[in-house]
């Protein structure tokens, strides 16, 4: 399984979490991001951006800071309330929620208490039939009483940052977490009606062994996870400063990246779980991201593999990234600023990209790839990428049929790095972006 070519894995590419990538944004129009606003309809999905978490991990690369002080979290929060208000009262009246998913940072940094207000400022502003709720948690900061919230909020689709059970690698990283907090969240999230729990994963960690990962694997398993993303970790503290903390002596080179990647892939497969894309899993028969994986219906939206079908997802808080067919739009990333503009009724989204035919059309290309695993390239693409094509379809690992692009099996962990070659902006840089694997 899983034919190693390092030369093929050399240089880093995006994740492809949207496209074009964050990393071709500029300053935007206001004005663009106002007209994609007040043309929206149907249905849509909202991310809110919570950028606080009670401990700060080295490794982590989100906008995020730490939640002590009270006022700046009650400040933030006044000014997502405004922001709320002013987007709403742009939308039509033909558009309606469908999703609302609330990551960070750590939404379970905040009070239950401001999260119930600001659940129901969500549904009191917009049209919100029966959305689909979702949120992201940090087991080391979750209580009793953010369960009865979860509750009472009817959220049935959670997810854990759990990285690792390895002690040593908990520390190295500074995430240290015992089992017994994350058995206790399990079981306070499943009381609460949570029916989609999902654990986020990593390998290729700072003093971390095959045999970590196994142990890790099996725990997660055991405690019956509902979904799992299995990343690699991205060391680039040149691009996030935290992660200077670490000690990057003891980590695993490519090779030993790879054989996790293999190991981790090959365990889930062989216990349980359908693949969703290269690093995403779930339990088949009733999970409807497995369903979609199984059925054609996947999609890749800046919170990773997906069923959600919605074309546009709007970004509330600071740093969120709106996407609509012809814009992406990212809010200010500095809080200080998001809060003022936000408070002064203004729309904070300061960077990001038109999106031209070519770039929907490549962006779908690349989307089918990482989803279907297949797309159709038109000629003009075709003829560009045909060199850079060939050393993966010689080694089998892709294959060019007519004017279809194929990912084969043994070619599964270099999708990334083939659908690259369909980003004209993608340039071979070590700096930008992380590992393929």
Same mark, same amino acid.
């Given at each position: 399984m899983w034919p190693y070519h390092p030369d093929l894995l050399a240089t880093p590419v995006p994740r492809y979490t949207s496209f074009?990538?964050?990393?071709? @944004? /500029?300053?935007?129009?206001?004005?663009?991001?106002?007209n994609a606003l007040m043309q929206a309809e149907g249905e849509i999905s909202l991310y809110v951006h919570i950028p606080f978490c009670e401990k700060i991990c080295f490794y982590c690369g989100c906008n995020t800071g730490a939640a002590g002080r009270r006022q700046r979290v009650v400040s933030y929060l006044d000014a997502l309330h405004s922001e709320i208000e002013t987007i709403a009262a742009l939308l039509p009246d033909s558009a309606h929620i469908g999703r609302i998913a609330f990551g960070g940072g750590s939404p379970n940094a905040i009070t239950p208490e401001d999260f119930e207000r600001l659940t129901a400022a969500l549904q009191d502003n917009f049209d919100c039939p029966d959305p689909v709720f979702s949120i992201e948690l940090d087991p080391r900061t979750m209580t009793e009483e953010w369960a009865a919230t979860i509750a009472r909020t009817g959220i049935d689709r959670a997810s854990l940052g759990v990285q690792t059970f390895a002690a040593q690698c908990q520390k190295a990283i500074g995430r240290v977490q015992s089992e017994e907090m994350i058995v206790q969240t399990v079981n306070w999230l499943r009381d609460a009606g949570v029916t989609s729990l999902n654990f986020d994963l990593m390998y290729g960690l700072p003093e971390q062994t095959e045999g970590d990962l196994l142990d890790t694997l099996h725990r997660t398993r055991v405690l019956g996870a509902d979904r799992i993303a299995l990343f690699g970790y991205a060391h680039v503290p040149h691009i996030?400063?935290? =992660?200077? %903390? #670490?000690?990057?002596?003891?980590?695993?080179?490519?090779? &030993?990246? @790879?054989?996790? /990647?293999?190991? &981790?892939?090959?365990?889930?497969?062989?216990h349980g779980y359908v693949p969703v894309g290269f690093d995403h899993f779930a339990k088949p028969g009733g999970d409807p991201l497995a369903h979609a994986a199984l059925c054609g219906g996947l999609r890749r939206n800046f919170q990773g593999y997906t069923d959600d079908r919605a074309n546009t997802l709007i970004g509330l808080g600071s740093s969120a990234i709106s996407s609509f067919p012809g814009l992406l739009a990212q809010n200010e990333k500095n809080s200080g600023r998001y809060r003022?503009? %936000?408070? =002064?009724?203004?729309?904070? %989204?300061?960077? &990001? #990209?038109?999106?031209?035919?070519?770039? =929907?059309?490549? &962006? /779908? #290309? #690349?989307?089918?790839?990482l989803c279907q695993g297949h797309a159709r390239i038109p000629e003009a693409i075709r003829s560009e990428i045909a060199g850079r094509l060939c050393p993966f379809t010689v080694r089998g690992l892709a294959a060019m049929e007519g004017d279809y692009l194929t990912i084969l099996p043994d070619g599964l962990p270099y999708t990334r790095t083939i659908a690259a070659l369909v980003d004209p902006y993608h340039a071979e840089s070590q700096r930008r972006f992380s590992s393929a694997v």
């Open positions: 074009p990538t964050a990393a071709e @944004f /500029a300053a935007v129009d206001p004005g663009a991001y106002r996030v400063p935290r =992660q200077r %903390a #670490i000690d990057a002596s003891n980590m695993a080179g490519q090779d &030993g990246r @790879f054989a996790m /990647a293999k190991l &981790g892939y090959s365990y889930l497969c062989t003022m503009q %936000a408070s =002064q009724g203004r729309l904070t %989204a300061s960077h &990001g #990209i038109l999106r031209s035919d070519d770039d =929907q059309k490549r &962006g /779908a #290309i #690349i989307e089918s790839l």
